[in-house]
């Protein structure tokens, strides 16, 4: 990918058209898409910043997507079945909790038909403040958890610190603003030639009104920074495609890879996040946080997302022991 024109949408899920949307654009189609919520709003957006480089959250459904896959298990690599019935059990708890959680996340496909939200209204006010305050802390955990992931998937030179990841974590920890948007509606944004600042929409900001869930989509996009317009991250994304793959048997590859990556820091930071910053809330409530924005009706993936049923899915098959967290609440 061109580093000038690499343009992301960093989709935190996607679901049903808002009433009234146009089709894609010639824009939109061109655009390299990591995972998160996008509309059309930010289409107009992506025409107008289609000189620069680009990155953005978004979520929006796609002809030919996927719909329903059944995870296979003909994989060597695949989950126990014990282990897969542990992960659906987990999955089952994240949006259960949800529905019972005055902090719930509203689903994303919920947040695509919502009316736009003003940047002054108390709601956009509230998220603006909550993500401005976090993100100090989501960087920390961000570098944190990508020294782990590095080492956990092989990434990191063993002689000694690769300047790759230097070169990400120097990136990361640049990054200080962020930016209520009212057009960028049900997403957030960065754009590569500004790589310092967040572009927040004001709906995903009111849709998200947990700690926990703002920790997730600041890291979420603090990843893409980090992988920045080198590509600085891409063997560990491969990595973490192929292992998500092999135990799903779903297709993680290309920037499916790069958009379940960051979603895996988004959980591993608001996980972390969870553990550092007790509360009397219940464990699963507050883990749930960082995925159940993913508990759609309307399931859809595309060429580079999962869909959000199955992103939850994926990122408990990689990670058992929140699943055994979220089942059994400690
Ligand atoms: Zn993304």
Redesign the pocket.
Known sequence: MKAETKE?L??KARGKKAPGRSERSPAERSRVV???PVTSVAFVLIIAFASVSFVA?AQRPRPGSQRNVALTSHSRDSLTPEAREMMELASVVVCKERTKDPKGSVPIDDMQGRPSLPVRSPEAIAGAKRAQRLLPIARGLVVTSLKRLANDYGFRNPKGDDPRLQHAIARVEAVRNIRPDVDSRDNASVLLKNPHTIVFGTIFLAGLPSDEGIVSVLA?ELV?IADGTEDSLNLLFRAVGNRASKLTGLKVHDQRAE?LT?DLMGMLAARSYVLTAPSYEPLARRLSRSMEHNCVDQDEGDDDHLSPRNTIRALLALNPTLSRELVYGH
Do not use: L, P, Q
Request: aromatic fraction near 10%; include cysteine.
């Open positions: 992301r960093i989709g990591t995972r998160a959250f979420h893409h958009e960051c």
